[in-house]
Each structure stands twice: as structure tokens, then as C-alpha cells.
């Protein structure tokens, strides 16, 4: 068996209302071994999103056991944190995680192990709702009993949703909440978009879905058959608050999706950005409806349709001039916004 790439793992964090989130995600990332010799990941990094209170606390429950805590000194937000730690990163590959999300065992090296092949440039897992109180109505699904069973809205909170792969595949883009990229990439195309992506609690999107769609563009303009995988092995459990099942939230996170996809088709083209959307919206809600229907839970069936509806909606708005006007694609060669 080859050796496994070195990586960085990298945990953004804003809010000490998270602090037990946070621990259990670094802890989890410490916790992994990576390879036959169980050799942990070379380095972790947390960088702290304008947050002095907390990076201090940080500090001193991170750094004596050697995880690196720095401040973001990039653009407020998820965007202008994760290209704070690609700057610092001395890993082969750069692995990102929730502040929200612990990793289950064997994450790791389930994530590296597809890196044998010198064409994969990213590859990304599966990501397991815990919800507060069972799965909501808003966020419906074919097996509810089942805590490791996928919704056709699960997106929605940030874990693997129904229409994605069952194993191993190769896909358009990696989901934020557990992914990896090879520092390479970061070097060739530039890093996240900063004028996309969370501020706080502001549910815009799709940072990662623009940066794997400009790199992949770019590999092939090279001549180059880059490979952006999905590995259900590399599993973790993605914690979702109160405040996300409500039918507000869901409606303002789909309406905000709908304005991402547009930012995103603005830097990499319309063919390639809603490439994946077509047979979801075509089978898989239509299917979900239509169960749901059958099952006797209207309001479940309602909550498919008018979350596709305001996604729609939110697509619309968003390619109407001047509505991502901020958005901006990074230099190659560099992180963060370039002209």
C-alpha cells in the first residue's frame, strides 16, 4: 500500500456558542490515525473569524496539545478564514471541517486513500444529520427512523442529501462540511471566493462548489483529467441546531441558495454550475413529493415544493444585473479576491 499524503486539517470557527461543537470536532480530528503505521494528520488548524474572546480561549485549549490557532486575516467570513489556513498549510492535502461536525473513525485515511491516483484533486465524504429532536417535517425523508438515512433536503443543513452517491464516485463538487483538496489546487487556481460564502449566521453558499468547478475548468484547460470523488467512508456527524428546522429557515437558506448558484454561474458559466441541479429537480423531489403525499404528510410534501420554489426564486433575483456585482474570481496562484 502507498503511503498516504500529509495533510492539514482545518477547522473554521466565529462563535463561542459553539465551544462544545469545537472541541468535539478537534477532538475527533485527533483522535484519527491515517495509514497502516497510525500516524495522526501532520498538522490542525483552527482559525478564529474576528473573534478576540475566542481566539484566546482557543489558545489555551488547543495550543499546549499542538494545534495551530491563528486569526483570520483575510475578508470576514467562512471564505476569508479557510484561505487563512490554506496560506499556513503544510500538508499535501488540505482537509476541511465543520466547527459543527466531529469526525467518525477511519475519516481520515478513508479521505487520503483515493490520493493514489495523481488525477483526483479533491475528494469529500458523507455527512450525517444529529438532529435536535428526530428528523423535522421541514427536512422529510424516506427512512425518518434512521438517523443515518438521507432527506431530499438535508442540503439545506449542510449534510448529504438524497440523490448523491452510495459509494465511492466521481461528482462535481465537494460538500463544505467535509472535504479535502490538494494544496495544488490552491497554487493553480487561486483559493475561495471571498465575496461568496458565511458571514456568521448569513446562510449564502456555494463557495465550494464555485473553487471545484474553476479548478476543474482549469485542469482541463491544461490538458489534464482532473477527478473530484465522493467517499462515503469518510463519514462524519454534523450537528443541526433548533433555529435550522423551522419553516423560516429553511425558506431564507433555499432563497439564498438560489442567489449562490447565480454568483456561481456568473464566475464559471451557467452549463456548469447547475449541472448536478437538472436530475435532482427532474427525479428526485418530484419522487420525494409524491411519497410524502402518499404517506399522508402534507406538510412534508409542502416543504419539498416550496423550498424549490424560493431556491427558484432566489436563482431568478440573483442573475438580474448588478445582484452578485461583489462577486469576483480569485488570481490564479493566490487566495481570496482578485480582481
Known amino acids: 500500500m502507498s503511503a498516504l499524503p500529509t495533510a492539514t486539517v482545518v ?10 461543537d469545537i472541541k468535539a470536532a478537534v477532538e475527533s480530528v485527533a483522535a484519527q490515525s491515517a495509514g497502516p503505521d497510525g500516524t495522526a494528520p501532520l498538522e490542525t488548524i483552527v482559525v478564529v473569524d474576528h473573534n478576540d474572546r475566542l481566539l484566546e480561549r482557543a489558545e489555551r485549549e488547543f495550543g499546549p496539545g499542538g494545534v495551530v490557532v491563528v486569526p483570520n486575516d483575510r475578508t470576514q467570513g467562512l471564505s476569508g478564514a479557510r484561505n487563512t489556513a490554506v496560506d499556513l498549510a503544510s500538508g499535501e492535502v488540505v482537509v476541511f471541517l465543520d466547527d459543527d461536525a466531529a469526525a467518525r473513525p477511519g475519516w481520515l485515511s478513508a479521505l487520503l486513500a483515493p490520493y493514489e491516483d495523481p488525477d483526483v484533486i479533491g475528494v469529500g465524504g458523507i455527512a450525517h444529520p444529529k438532529w435536535p429532536d428526530g428528523r423535522p417535517r421541514t427536512l422529510p425523508g424516506a427512512a425518518p427512523g434512521d438517523t443515518d438515512a438521507t432527506g431530499e433536503l438535508d442540503w439545506v443543513v449542510g449534510c448529504t442529501y438524497t440523490g448523491q452517491p452510495v459509494e465511492r464516485a466521481e461528482m462535481r463538487n465537494l460538500m463544505g462540511c467535509n472535504m479535502s483538496l490538494r494544496a495544488e489546487v490552491f497554487k493553480r487556481v487561486g483559493g475561495f471566493a471571498e465575496g461568496m460564502g458565511r458571514i456568521g449566521k448569513n446562510p449564502l453558499g456555494c463557495e465550494e462548489t464555485e473553487l471545484c468547478i474553476r479548478a476543474r475548468q482549469a485542469y482541463v484547460a491544461d490538458g489534464r483529467s482532473p477527478r473530484i470523488l465522493f467517499e462515503p467512508e469518510a463519514a462524519v456527524d454534523h450537528r443541526v441546531s433548533d433555529d435550522r428546522v423551522s419553516w423560516r429557515y429553511l425558506l431564507r437558506r433555499g432563497w439564498a441558495e438560489g442567489i449562490s448558484k447565480a454568483a456561481v454561474s456568473k464566475v464559471v458559466g451557467t452549463g456548469d454550475s447547475l ?16 411519497r410524502e403525499a402518499r404517506d399522508r404528510n402534507p406538510a412534508s410534501a409542502a416543504a419539498i415544493v416550496a423550498c424549490f420554489g424560493v431556491t427558484a426564486a432566489g436563482y431568478v433575483r440573483g442573475r438580474l444585473p448588478g445582484a452578485t456585482a461583489h462577486v469576483r474570481m480569485p488570481a490564479a496562484g493566490g487566495n481570496g479576491n482578485g480582481a
Open 11 to 20: 477547522v473554521c470557527v466565529y462563535t463561542e456558542k459553539r465551544w462544545f
Open 275 to 290: 449541472s448536478a441541479e437538472g436530475s435532482y429537480a427532474r427525479k428526485v423531489l418530484p419522487a420525494g413529493v409524491l
